[in-house]
């Protein structure tokens, strides 16, 4: 196995690394998220205007959690990212965006995981959605795939519960973190954490290994477990190879987006009846970053490593199952050197609390309290959580419609990110920046703040008001800048004000220090302008936010013309010149085929097995439109 013993011997290193407090700097990050179809090109638009969007950091997701990179070989071919069809599956690509990225102010990280990387169908719909009772917030899906818990199966992916119907996902589409066990960097973060362990007794799982049946010894169900087992055929460790990826692609920072709530769910230990806790997940999700860190000393030790982190993972009070509550909690309480290596020092990448994805619902207890329901209040208890146990975080938004409450089966208990509540959220958190989900989500909604103005509100309060790149816009896919007030998306176009000779001044003059919302109206040197968004310290002369409305002596009027929206032409797809799957016909490894709508690569010779069922076959772009890795709407 590739692993050097004297890596273990960074980990006598790692407190001292960690002991500095130094406070971390603000950020204002956007994750991207990849896809072969316009990844690449939404990815350069944002590198070709990297001086001025409204960031400082660019989240790029999601890698596989078993990746497979092997140093030099400058292939993605088994990082799992989906992001291009190329001989090196977009690394030369990536890393030359990457680099002037970085060269123009921009941090650049690779994420790993997400929800669907994270997402053992079988264990989330038994322990997780079917865990609790009929009568949780998610059990309709049940009801409405199978009809019954016991009808849930692969055939209808366990009813849906990963992912909706809609997206017409197969196993192959999720994953799960492994426990790479013949690794030794694993092993001494096992070790390490056995050793400070403050709960119940640790049990690793190595038998739960991607690519491979399981048989559960509760139902006594068998299932193949998500996720490929390619990394141990050849004998390499996921999160080493992260890092040497990293290396070579010249990343700043690596992020580990852990959502295994299965996990959780399925190993909690207590009474019947409840509370109960989740000290297994505790001890797996530190195994992981500890092994991170160890391998970040070794083989790259400028590289910052961030994680994201649940809403109630701050928290320490009981947990009654679900959310990951209580997992950072104890992980900063146990393991205080892993929490602080994210957290502070020259290698914090940061705590990304995921405050987003919250419902008002009071059936279902989801309010934290009686008086704690809006978006804001919610979001400000739980970072409160975190600060008060001395745990050092950033806060998170969602654009647009959230993932939960599903919009088409509880719409009335989401809870968007509108200006009133971004306002409130930005007046506690906002000096100390934070992160968003997507740069390309739309708004959704008339009253949904848009990513532009979303992050530009968060860039301000982070970095102040005259910073330049505050003002600066999200770019269109294709590499224009987008005009007029991109809050309002319409069906046929943008609606956008044009300057026309006229207006009157008896708008109040522009002050440097007034903040001003989307149509408010403000005069400057002898001129009307109309702002289009959100808006403080940006001159009205100098372009967006504001529109000229003409000279204060004339007496016409603004009007407002209608841009038609751009066309999208179909395409073949990347499953061009490639032949469908047959089950008579053998395959050896290598051999690409298209089969329900996707690319999928032969792992190994193989005859008569369906691509998606099995670990043999890896599941690749889609042939046309986009694969995400997690739901939001579609662009």
Excluded at 517 to 544: E, H, M
Aim: net charge negative; glycine share 10%.
């Amino acid at each position: 196995m590739r692993f050097s013993t004297a890596l273990v011997t960074i980990a006598s290193a790692l407190v001292m690394a960690c002991s500095s407090q130094v406070e971390a700097a603000p950020v204002v990050a956007g994750y991207l998220l990849l896809n072969p179809t316009n990844g690449p090109a939404k990815l350069k638009a944002l590198a070709d205007n990297a001086a001025n969007i409204p960031i400082n950091r660019i989240f790029l997701s999601f890698a596989r959690p078993g990746m497979v990179y092997v140093p030099g070989s400058n292939t993605l071919e088994h990082v799992g990212l989906n992001y291009a069809n190329t001989a090196d599956f977009g690394f030369a690509d990536l890393k030359t965006r990457i680099t002037t990225l970085q060269a123009n102010g921009v941090e650049v990280f690779l994420s790993v995981g997400g929800w669907n990387y994270g997402c053992f169908p079988f264990l989330y719909t038994y322990y997780s959605v079917g865990g609790y009772g009929t009568t949780t917030p998610n059990y309709y899906k049940i009801l409405e795939n199978g009809g019954s818990l016991d009808k849930c199966t692969e055939a209808n992916m366990w009813c849906y519960t990963c992912e909706p119907k809609s997206e017409g996902t197969v196993l192959a589409d999720f994953d799960i973190f492994p426990e790479p066990s013949n690794s030794t960097t694993w092993q001494a973060s096992q070790s390490y954490v056995i050793s400070k362990a403050g709960g119940d007794a640790p049990v690793f799982h190595p038998e739960i290994l991607s690519g491979h049946q399981w048989t559960d010894p509760v139902t006594k169900i068998t299932n193949l477990v998500p996720g490929s087992d390619y990394y141990a055929k050849v004998n390499r460790d996921p999160y080493q190879d992260l890092v040497y990826l990293a290396k070579d692609l010249g990343l700043a920072g690596v992020d580990i987006d852990y959502e295994e709530m299965w996990h959780a769910d399925y190993f909690r230990a207590g009474p019947s009846t409840g509370p109960w806790t989740a000290h297994q997940t505790v001890y797996k999700y530190a195994a992981i970053m500890r092994d991170v860190m160890i391998n970040i000393q070794a083989i790259k030790p400028t590289l910052k490593l961030a994680t994201a982190a649940s809403a109630a993972g701050g928290l320490s009070s009981n947990w009654w199952g679900g959310n990951l509550k209580n997992i950072w909690y104890y992980l900063n309480k146990w393991y205080p050197e892993v929490y602080g290596f994210m957290a502070q020092g020259t290698n914090a990448g940061g705590v990304n609390v995921m405050t987003y994805d919250l419902s008002n619902n009071k059936e279902y207890h989801e309010c934290p309290d009686e008086n704690t329901c809006s978006l804001s209040q919610q979001v400000n208890y739980y970072m409160k959580s975190y600060a008060d146990n001395n745990m050092q975080a950033y806060v998170g938004y969602e654009i647009g419609i959230p993932a939960y409450p599903d919009k088409n089966h509880d719409p009335t208990h989401q809870l968007p990110l509108t200006q009133a509540e971004l306002t409130s959220i930005l007046a506690v958190q906002g000096k100390n920046g934070g992160f968003f989900w997507e740069l390309y989500k739309p708004a959704g909604a008339p009253g949904n703040v848009d990513v532009t103005s979303a992050a530009q509100q968060i860039c301000k309060a982070a970095l102040g008001a005259s910073t330049p790149r505050c003002s600066g816009v999200i770019p269109n896919p294709d590499g224009t800048l987008p005009t007029g007030n991109p809050t309002t998306p319409t069906a046929t176009g943008t609606v956008a004000p044009t300057s026309t000779p006229g207006g009157s001044c008896s708008a109040p003059a522009w002050s440097s220090t007034a903040t001003y919302n989307a149509n408010d109206k403000a005069s400057y040197n002898g001129r009307q302008y109309t702002a289009q968004w959100w808006s403080q310290n940006n001159i009205p002369s100098a372009g967006a936010p504001w529109v000229d409305n003409g000279p204060c002596s004339s007496s016409a009027t603004a009007t407002v013309t209608t841009t038609p929206a751009p066309t999208t032409t179909s395409s073949t797809g990347t499953c061009s010149g490639v032949s469908a799957w047959s089950s008579t016909a053998a395959y050896t490894g290598g051999s690409k085929v298209s089969y329900g709508g996707f690319l999928y690569t032969a792992q190994w010779w193989t005859q008569g097995e369906t691509p998606g069922s099995g670990a043999v076959w890896t599941k690749g772009a889609a042939c046309s439109g986009t694969l995400r890795r997690r739901l939001y709407e579609k662009i």
